[in-house]
């Protein structure tokens, strides 16, 4: 499953991936991350941000909890990534994106779609 989330985000526009942390998968828009994965945890769990509004809801699943260190910027972190499905993780991955995105200098919003 990871390397098929992988490839999702890999479509975004602007999205590398690189190793942080020694140990963490990281999608990144123009160095900006998206997404944190570990996959050396069993199971391998991820981090993603979300709108504000959302996070509650987010929470409420079973598994997802306002990530460590990263939740006051409205981060939640996932357990199993094997608890959404590649059709959540491909919104989850496009809403991410684009939170992060629009963050960024206005001089990459158009290369971005944004």
């Not at 942390?21 to 069993?42: F, R, S």
């Not at 499905?85 to 779609?113: D, T």
Request: net charge negative; hydrophobic share 40%; proline share 5%.
């Amino acid at each position: 499953m990871l390397e098929e989330l992988i490839a999702l985000g890999e479509k975004l526009p602007g999205t590398t991936s690189d190793l942080k942390w020694d140990h963490h998968i990281c999608l990144n828009v123009k160095d900006k991350m998206y997404l944190i994965t570990t996959p050396d945890a069993i199971p391998i769990n991820a981090s993603f941000k979300v709108d504000p509004e959302d996070v509650t809801e987010y929470v409420a699943r079973e598994g997802v909890r306002v990530a460590p260190y990263l939740g006051r910027y409205h981060w939640v972190e996932v357990d199993d990534i094997n608890r959404f499905s590649l059709e959540e993780w491909r919104e989850i991955l496009k809403n991410s994106h684009r939170l992060v995105a629009q963050k960024l200098p206005k001089k990459f919003h158009k290369e971005l779609g944004l």
